[in-house]
């Protein structure tokens, strides 16, 4: 039977907000929903193929609370690929919700289908989060050329070296009870692979973030277009801000990533414009320069405007505990004599914040 069946679900309650990162499709195939759910042997990325389709859904969400009474009740629309983003306001009746219930209300009029129960990651208590980089920081991946990405969607990631050390500081600072996000720019139909990793690896709890490649095909979703399918800065930007917008400020956040691309200007930026040293503008202008963005007039304006987004949030939270969040950043190096790919005076003025780790297989 054709259904719909959820491939992403996030739903995070900050002090503000509950935001919902959801992600659905239509598939006639069982094994694609076993896969999805989970199963005894690792999956391999080739099988989730058929998640490179897209349709547009309509959603009925119900908010039970413990004693599962209906106390909220709202319908949303997808985009055209099949993602909703969206949030609703904590309040007096949010505030009861204990998990959410999903129907799809569009493909067969009148008829709503279950899609699944769904708690929330909540993150009012201990504010502080912590964001990997996947590949080349947790697993040793390679995609440079035909016969790799041959082997990538072939086999399982545990196939591909682990890097011990950066999976010890993730798990380290998990059990300090920071909530762990991770970052790659694999496809997005990479996640049942990339999920059952991290289950091998006793990291149960971790929001996805991947690159969503049909937006590189479509003229009218998304931001991503062809040239980002090599170009890993403005993939890597937007979802850190979409998850610090998800989140709200945390008090402590932790980054780990690698010296190979982008990752530590990335970083560095982001700790620039959280501990409001800089303004968004200058930041932004001098990113958008560098060769791993490339940025079209679209992409320019749609970062440029959540940045403004985030910096009205950081000057409240500034106003409010008068201070700026604490902000670490670990950077794997391949070899102990790498330098790290930042300016002198950037290296210099955020030292105290960076700490370059070896991170050999």
């Not at 897209?54 to 099949?82: A, H, M, P, T």
């Not at 996000?181 to 996640?191: D, G, M, N, T, V």
């Not at 403004?308 to 950077?331: A, G, V």
């Not at 004599?337 to 050999?360: C, I, R, V």
Request: hydrophobic share 40%.
């Amino acid at each position: 039977m054709r259904r719909p069946l959820i491939t992403q679900s996030i739903i995070i309650k900050s002090i503000e907000f509950i935001s919902f990162k959801i992600s659905l499709i239509i598939s006639d195939n069982d094994s694609l929903f076993e896969d999805l759910q989970g199963s005894s042997s690792p999956q391999l990325p080739i099988q989730s193929i058929k998640l490179l389709g897209s349709n547009q859904f309509q959603i009925k969400i119900l908010g039970r609370d413990k004693k599962r009474n209906v106390v909220f009740s709202q319908l949303f629309e997808s985009d055209g690929l099949g993602n909703f983003n969206f949030k609703i306001a904590v309040d007096d009746i949010s505030n009861q919700i204990d998990l959410f219930q999903l129907f799809e209300v569009k493909q067969l009029p009148g008829i709503e289908l279950y899609l699944g129960s769904q708690f929330m990651i909540d993150v009012t208590q201990s504010q502080k989060i912590i964001i990997s980089d996947f590949d080349k920081t947790l697993v040793d991946t390679r995609y440079s050329n035909t016969k790799e990405v041959y082997r990538s969607l072939t086999s399982p990631l545990c196939n591909f070296p682990s890097l011990e050390n950066s999976i010890a500081i993730l798990k380290n600072y998990i059990a300090g009870q920071y909530h762990p996000f991770i970052l790659s720019a694999s496809p997005h139909f990479y996640r049942g692979a990339l999920r059952d990793w991290l289950y091998q690896n006793q990291i149960f709890t971790a929001g996805i973030f991947l690159k969503d490649i049909r937006q590189l095909f479509s003229f009218s979703e998304g931001i991503l277009t062809p040239k980002d399918f090599k170009v890993q800065g403005l993939f890597k930007m937007n979802h850190l801000l979409d998850i610090l917008l998800m989140t709200g400020i945390p008090k402590k956040m932790v980054l780990i990533g690698d010296n190979f691309e982008s990752d530590p200007l990335i970083y560095v930026s982001l700790l620039q414009l959280m501990q409001d040293r800089h303004d968004p503008w200058d930041i932004w202008n001098r990113l958008r320069k560098d060769a791993s963005f490339k940025l079209t007039n679209r992409q320019n304006s749609h970062f440029l405007a959540k940045i403004y987004q985030l910096q009205n949030h950081l000057q409240n939270y500034k106003k409010q505990y008068n201070t700026t969040p604490d902000l670490t950043i670990y950077i794997r190096k391949k070899n102990e004599d790498d330098q790290l790919k930042l300016p002198e005076k950037m290296l210099e003025s955020y030292k105290d914040n960076l700490h370059p780790y070896m991170g050999a297989t």
